[in-house]
Nanobody, 116 residues
Framework: QVQFVESGGGLVQPGGSLTLSCAASGFTFSNYAMSWYRQAPGKDRERVAR????????NYADSVKGRFTISRDNAKNTVYLQMNSLKPEDTAVYYC?????????WGQGNQVTVYS
């Protein structure tokens, strides 16, 4: 079955960097675009970055543009999110998912906390 396993989150000070990884399985990864989402406490889940199946096209939310970089390795069935210049408002649980999504399934997510 479809599975997403996110990793790489943690605690970081403002201005710091983290790289998230998402290992996908249960479908033909190279045929699907992939996205990173985040959900902060009390807020709706929002998409922050998307990458096409081949990796050629990338889109970012305005709030992270210029600071976050999405990439993928189709040989490893893994998508990454490099996050630089982190801000307290980036604090959230981060999730990856395919585009289109595989039904209602989401992975467990990975907590990123940016603290002063």
């Amino acid at each position: 079955q479809v599975q997403f396993v996110e990793s790489g989150g943690g605690l970081v000070q403002p201005g710091g960097s983290l790289t998230l990884s998402c290992a996908a399985s249960g479908f033909t990864f190279s045929n699907y675009a992939m996205s990173w989402y985040r959900q902060a406490p009390g807020k709706d889940r929002e998409r922050v970055a998307r990458i096409s199946a081949t990796g050629v096209f990338r889109n970012y939310a305005d709030s992270v543009k210029g600071r976050f970089t999405i990439s993928r390795d189709n040989a490893k069935n893994t998508v990454y999110l490099q996050m630089n210049s982190l801000k307290p408002e980036d604090t959230a649980v981060y999730y990856c998912n395919s585009e289109p999504k595989m039904g209602a399934y989401w992975g467990q997510g990975n907590q990123v906390t940016v603290y002063s």
